[in-house]
Nanobody, 117 residues
């Protein structure tokens, strides 16, 4: 299993970022995928999930209406479009599958998102 997150950075409040996660070494199209985040001193939290075909999507209440998760199974990639960013969105963002976590305990390196003026 390999998951490589990218696209993070420093952005002003109200700005946007699009995160990408390139998956390899497993059959990506078979797995529901999620984005998680972990802010300093806080537990990792689930941000958004998308089923293997993209037919069902769920968001944490804190990001509904601002974030959009999507996937491209042909490219083995899952995305997170983040709009109207707030300072409280500052965190390291990770993509993963609950199944992969349960089976392998694997996490990628994540990508840092910092929202600050």
């Amino acid at each position: 299993v390999q998951l490589v997150e990218s696209g993070g950075g420093l952005v002003q409040p109200g700005g946007s970022l699009k995160l990408s996660c390139a998956a390899s070494r497993f059959t990506f199209s078979n797995y529901e995928m999620s984005w998680y985040r972990q802010a300093p001193g806080k537990a990792r939290e689930l941000v958004a999930s998308i089923t293997s075909t993209g037919g069902r999507i769920n968001y944490a209440d804190s990001v509904k209406g601002r974030f959009t998760i999507s996937r491209d199974n042909a490219k083995n990639t899952v995305y997170l479009q983040m709009n109207s960013l707030k300072p409280e969105d500052t965190a390291v963002y990770y993509c993963n599958s609950a199944t992969i976590v349960a089976l392998y305990g694997y996490w990628g390196q994540g990508t840092q998102v910092t929202v600050s003026s």
